[in-house]
């Protein structure tokens, strides 16, 4: 039988597939291997602390907290002048 380590037991515990026989090995090998089946387990309950969560933009926020906060330097529009989007068609 071969030899997985921790790298594999992650691997499985992230990816793998219980129906998938890609992964037998490496199930057998938990099954059979006490230590491994301990740290399979740990790896499986910090597995979502370590996985990235996915970046979200601010739908939560208000249109004013994002003219407030967008304190840009470099912006072409001064503090106190905020031109509409259509502004730039109509040549205002």
Request: hydrophobic share 25%.
């Amino acid at each position: 039988m071969p030899e997985f380590d921790q790298i594999d037991l992650f691997n499985y515990a992230a990816y793998g597939n219980e129906d998938d026989p890609q992964w037998d090995d490496i199930r057998n090998y938990i099954r059979s291997n006490a230590n491994a089946s301990k740290e399979y387990e740990e790896i499986k309950k910090n597995l979502s602390n370590v996985q990235p969560k996915r970046k979200q933009k601010d739908f939560g926020r208000s249109r004013q907290e994002v003219k407030s906060s967008d304190g840009d330097p470099n912006s072409s529009n001064p503090a106190g002048q905020d031109k509409k989007w259509w502004s730039v068609f109509l040549g205002e």
